[in-house]
Nanobody, 130 residues
Framework: QVQLVESGGGSVQAGGSLRLSCAVSGDTTSSYCIGWFRQAPGKEREGVASIHIGGGNNYYADSVNGRFLISQDNTENTVYLQMNSLKPEDTAMYYC???????????????????????WGQGTQVIVSA
C-alpha cells in the first residue's frame, strides 16, 4: 500500500504562484511515477505533470508547460508541483497519484492518463482569481 498526502493549495490572484507538495509513504520501490492531476467542477480529471522517481523524464500537459515544474526531494519522499503565472482556468482540486509499475517511465505521454495510477491522495484545492 502507498499513502499520498497533498498540501499547499490555497487562493491566489492571477499571475501568482503556489507550490503543492505530495508526501509519499508506504511500499514504494526504487522506480515508480508520481503524477499530478486536477479536476474542476463539471470537468473531467486532467493530467498535469508526471515525474519518474529514480530516473527523471518528466511530462507536462500543454496547458501548463513552461509555467509548472514538477520535482522531487528524495530525502523527504516528497514530490512538488511549482505553479507559476497562475490563471483562473487553473482553478481546480489538485491530486497526486502513484503508478508503481517499475517501467512506468516507458508509458510516454500516457503517464498523464489517470487510468495508469492506482493510488491517489485526497486532493488540495487551488483557486485563482482574476
Amino acid at each position: 500500500q502507498v499513502q499520498l498526502v497533498e498540501s499547499g493549495g490555497g487562493s491566489v490572484q492571477a499571475g501568482g504562484s503556489l507550490r503543492l507538495s505530495c508526501a509519499v509513504s508506504g511500499d514504494t520501490t526504487s522506480s515508480y511515477c508520481i503524477g499530478w492531476f486536477r479536476q474542476a467542477p463539471g470537468k473531467e480529471r486532467e493530467g498535469v505533470a508526471s515525474i519518474h522517481i529514480g530516473g527523471g523524464n518528466n511530462y507536462y500537459a500543454d496547458s501548463v508547460n513552461g509555467r509548472f515544474l514538477i520535482s522531487q526531494d528524495n530525502t523527504e519522499n516528497t514530490v512538488y508541483l511549482q505553479m507559476n503565472s497562475l490563471k483562473p482556468e487553473d482553478t481546480a482540486m489538485y491530486y497526486c497519484a502513484a503508478d508503481l509499475y517499475d517501467r512506468c517511465w516507458s508509458r510516454g505521454p500516457s503517464r498523464l492518463l489517470a487510468v495508469a495510477y492506482g493510488y491517489w491522495g485526497q486532493g488540495t484545492q487551488v483557486i485563482v482569481s482574476a
